[in-house]
Structure formats: C-alpha cells, structure tokens
C-alpha cells in the first residue's frame, strides 16, 4: 500500500557476489546447489534485459525529458511550456506504472517507490514549503541537491508533487489562474512553484535513472546519466539485473535457486495486482474522498491502474509485447499447467479490459457500480498468479 511507505517484497542487505545484500532467508541457511536450466536461464535474462532494464531505460529516458520541460517552464513561463510539461509528465508516468511488477529490488531498498509515487499529495505541508525562502531559495540555487531537501516528506516529492504543480481538472493548468471544477480557485503558476517544480523533477529524473543504473550496471547507461548519479551521490551499489541472471548459481544467496527468480517475478506481479484491486481502486470508493485518488489532478488514474497490469503482462510473458514469448515465465507456467497458464493470460486481459470500461474520470465514479467489475478482475488475476506461485512451488 503506497500511503507514503510500500513494504519491499524483497529486502536486499547481506553478501552476494562479494557484495552486501540480504536472503529472505536466514544467511546461515546452505545456498542450494542444483544443476542450471539453460531455458531457465535465457528467461530470467529475457525478463532483466527485456522487461524491467527496457523499462526503467524508458523511464530514465522520459523522465530526463520532463525535468528538461519543467526548467523552460521556469525560463519562459507561458501555457505553451505548461502544456508541454504536462504531456511530458503523462509520458513518463506511463513507464512507471509499466514498472510497477518490479517493485522489489532497487525500487524497495533504495525506498525509490515511496520517494517518487507516494500519495496523496500533503497539500497542508506542501503550502508551508511554498513559503519557507530559506527552502525555495536552496532550490533556486541549488536544484535537489542541498542536505535539507533530503528532508521533505515522501508526500511533497515525486510525480504527484510535479502533477499537482501544472494540471488542473485532468488538463494544463492555466498560466494565469482560474477556478477547478469543485469551485475551488487557483491563483497564476507563482515563480516560487517553477522553482519547487523544477527541483522536485531533477529529483525525480535523479531516482529513475538510478532504478535503470540498479539493473542494467551503472557501466550500462550512458556518460550523462551517469555524471548525474556521481553529481547526486545516487550510483547504486549493486547490480540487481546481474544477480538475478545469476539465480542458481553457487553463492546466490538472494536467488539460491531460478525457481526462486521466477517466485520473486510472480509475487511482483502478485502484489501489484493486489495493490490495484484493493487498494488503488477499493480505498477512494470505499472512502468517497477524492484525495484518496491516485493521479486526480490529471485524471490519469484509469490510465495510471491499467498501465500497471499491463506491467503484470510484461513480466508474465518476458517482453514489453502482447504475446508471450517462448522465454518467459508464461512458458515455464504453461508447462506445468496449461490451462492455468491460459487462464492467467486471459486474467490480464480481462483485468486491463474491465478497468479501461470505468467511467471517467475515475474520481468523479467512486461507486461500487463503476468500480466493481474492475476490482473483481483484479482480484481474479490475483488469484490465478497465487495458483502460479503454489505450483511452481510445490
């Protein structure tokens, strides 16, 4: 549950490689030595390399867009610039929900997830940063990088702080001010916000490229990329995507079997399902408080649920394509049960389905009638992924 803090699913801090990291497991546990499955392998490698490395490059790549967009917000304040801003935030949130099957790994331990996508917004203390000089003129001076930045609750950061900053009523919002659909007035984007929303989003940018650096190796990405992470202090101590190719091998103590990999891509998809179904949908409706609405400045929320069961689709079928690949965990799942294997494929689509038929925008239709459909799927899905899990398991 995002409320400010997701729990990791899985917590990396012993020794693996020669590095420190965690098992799940007691570290005085033997590491399980079992022959490798070469199809295995190419799986969990496909899954690395062409799911989650593809989308945090994505990710990293757009969100390096947006901070760009936001500073010539800053340098030309004009709707123009705000309207771009916009369409680059949209952009690069799709490639974060597209991520969020693979919220273990750096996204957890390096608390990326809660820094970047907490909400709801703390509007309340958001206001008194706005008027702290010592706070904005830091920013002005210094971007995100000063000590008292690291200061700012997960609730000021991130997506939602830059959302809430240039949209109004699921649109740009105007330069000169107005009044939003609930009768509440907004006055003209202030330069104390420019200078909030430009350090927020170099934080932001700072963090996604940080999650592509985790996977790929911060050799991987490019020189810029990683000048940022120097300049930030952020490079990543470990290499998540070579320590999950490398499940089974002897002295893995993250990943002491593939089977354990493949667990571990289950249960991300597992829990964001969950965390759609019964939390991102069920909590707004059973609270009827729109702030309990992911994305309802934007009205991206529909958008924002269906992108992260696609992201299940992604990590199922080992491509960031629509059909699954022969190296996958699908493959694997098909294997064993073929028709568990179909009916988990027709779960994600009928989940994807099931949400893009809410009424928009979802804060205005937070019913059980609008809602209902949606949620069950997601709960089926869930359901069929727990069966996935069990019978690699057993």
């Not at 995002?2 to 490689?17: D, E, N, S």
Request: one cysteine or more.
């Amino acid at each position: 549950m995002k409320r400010y803090l997701k729990f990791p699913v899985l917590l990396v801090t012993a020794v693996v490689f020669g590095l420190s990291v965690s098992s799940c497991k007691d570290d005085d546990d033997p590491v399980t030595e079992t022959a490798l499955d070469a199809q295995m392998t190419k799986s969990i490698e496909q899954y690395v390399n062409g799911v989650v490395v593809a989308t945090y490059k994505s990710l990293a790549d757009e969100s390096i867009d947006l901070y760009e967009a936001c500073a010539r917000l800053k340098e030309n304040p004009v709707q123009g610039n705000i309207d771009a801003v916009c369409q680059e935030w949209i952009t690069a949130r799709r490639h974060w929900e597209l991520s969020e099957a693979f919220l273990f790994g750096a996204a957890a331990d390096y608390n990326i997830d809660p820094h970047i996508d907490s909400w709801p917004l703390d509007k309340t203390q958001l206001d008194l940063a706005l008027r702290n000089e010592t706070l904005i003129d830091n920013m002005s001076e210094n971007g995100c990088n000063f000590d008292g930045f690291a200061t700012l609750g997960y609730g000021l950061l991130g997506f939602h702080a830059v959302e809430y900053m240039v949209f109004r009523d699921g649109g740009p919002r105007r330069y000169e001010g107005g009044v939003d659909k609930d009768g509440v007035s907004y006055g003209a984007l202030s330069e104390t916000e420019l200078i909030y929303c430009v350090a927020v989003a170099e934080d932001l940018r700072n963090q996604c490229i940080r999650l592509e650096a985790s996977w790929a190796g911060v050799e991987n990405i490019t020189g810029a990329k990683q000048s940022i992470l120097e300049d930030a202090e952020l490079e990543p101590s470990l290499n998540y995507g070579e320590i999950m190719i490398a499940a089974g091998e002897s002295g893995n103590k993250i990943y002491k079997t593939q089977l354990a990999a493949y667990a571990e891509i289950l249960q991300g998809a597992a829990d964001i399902s969950d965390e759609v179904g019964n939390t991102k949908i069920t909590d707004p409706v059973s609270s009827g408080n729109v702030l309990d609405v992911e994305s309802w400045y934007s009205w991206n929320s529909i958008a924002d649920f269906a992108d992260n069961i696609r992201s299940v689709q992604h990590a199922y079928y080992g491509t960031v394509g629509n059909t699954a690949l022969e190296t996958s965990v699908s493959a694997y799942v098909k294997s064993l049960n073929a028709t568990l294997d179909g009916e988990i494929q027709t779960a994600i689509a009928d989940a994807i389905r099931e949400i893009e038929a809410m009424p928009a925008p979802f804060r205005d239709n937070l019913t059980e009638a609008a809602s209902g459909k949606a949620k069950a799927a997601c709960n089926a899905l869930l359901d069929k992924l727990d069966e996935a899990i069990e019978l690699i398991q057993e």
